[in-house]
């Protein structure tokens, strides 16, 4: 089961489709494959760019337990967030039936003030069942919630079963410091911090307290990098390692279906996935933006012949 001491990389798995829009299967083991090889301490499925809101119920818990089956020697949290809590707890339930070690939820639309977050989340807790670990995702520029450092301290502290936040506000390392504060001074509970944002900020994240990454950049590996050699001290090493990804990092990080367009685009180039097809409606890189996407791969080779190994 999940608690707090989770630390590392959870890769957000992409949802590998076939051209037809079909699930593949054999690109999911793959990848599951990859990730655990790369040093991965963990998999996150069926969160935002892993479409799926484009998955039907029966879909979305066969490729949760496809996941949960292939990398049985890691937690896998499930994605369950959903307009009503109805939805929520049958898929909650579901994926932990199958062997998941906590689920993620993500605050509604809907939500404006203070009050009506922390009884969201707790509310949502009861839905699905107080003994189900659960992860806050604190995604402003997705979900347009904004959650304070002390709204958070207001969610941990109300429910015994919060013991992760997938922090990805921007900008966010005030927030970090902040909440380890709270830990620091005895007003909250130990949480366990993983970053998003395609890994963006993770350079500095993990060296104000963040506990690693929970994200889906094309090179993974690479995130499990930087969080190895920060822990190691090897601070300069790993500022050099991400330097060298920014550019693409960068360009990977634009908004909606053209970012997951860039990373299936390079994670089919590098075998990870056999195409970088998204379910309809989606979207598909030009070739102008295919010529862009190879030019940096060519830059990143500079500083990491990962990226000039591709398949």
Not at 94 to 107: E, L, N, S, T, Y
Not at 184 to 191: E, L, N, T, V, Y
Not at 201 to 230: H, K, N, S, W
Request: hydrophobic content about 40%; charged content about 25%; glycine content about 10%.
């Amino acid at each position: 089961m999940l608690d707090h001491t989770a630390k590392g990389v959870y890769p957000i798995a992409p949802t590998p489709f076939d051209a037809e829009g079909r699930i593949d299967y054999a690109s999911v083991d793959k990848m599951t494959d990859f990730y655990l090889e790369c040093g991965s301490t963990g998999m996150t499925v069926l969160g935002v760019m892993g479409e799926a809101p484009k998955l039907d119920g029966a879909e979305a818990l066969e490729l949760a337990t496809r996941f949960i089956t292939r990398a049985s020697s890691v937690p896998v949290i499930v994605g369950v967030s959903a307009p009503g809590f109805a939805a929520m707890r049958t898929l909650a339930r579901a994926a932990m039936d199958k062997g998941a070690a906590g689920v993620m939820i993500a605050p509604p639309n809907t939500l404006r003030t203070d009050d009506q977050i922390v009884t969201y989340y707790r509310q949502a807790s009861e839905a699905i069942g107080e003994e189900i670990p659960f992860v806050i995702q604190d995604f402003p520029q997705t979900f347009s919630v904004v959650m304070t450092p002390g709204v958070i301290r207001r969610i941990v502290q109300d429910n015994s079963a919060c013991v992760m936040l997938k922090h990805e506000d921007w900008p966010g390392l005030e927030k970090i410091s902040t909440l380890r504060g709270f830990q620091a001074d005895g007003s909250m509970k130990p949480i366990s911090i993983l970053c998003g944002n395609g890994g963006l900020f993770l350079d500095f994240e993990v060296e104000r307290g963040a506990d690693g990454a929970m994200t889906g950049y094309a090179f993974p590996d690479m995130l499990c990098d930087i969080v190895r050699l920060q822990a190691e001290g090897k601070r300069d090493e790993a500022h050099d390692l991400f330097d060298g990804h920014l550019p693409l990092l960068r360009y990977e990080q634009q908004q909606g279906p053209t970012g997951l367009a860039v990373r299936k685009y390079v994670m089919a180039r590098r075998g990870i996935i056999a195409a970088d097809a998204q379910r309809k409606p989606g979207a598909a890189l030009s070739a102008k933006a295919k010529a862009e996407v190879e030019y940096l791969l060519s830059r990143v080779a500079r500083h990491d012949p990962r990226a000039g190994k591709l398949g």
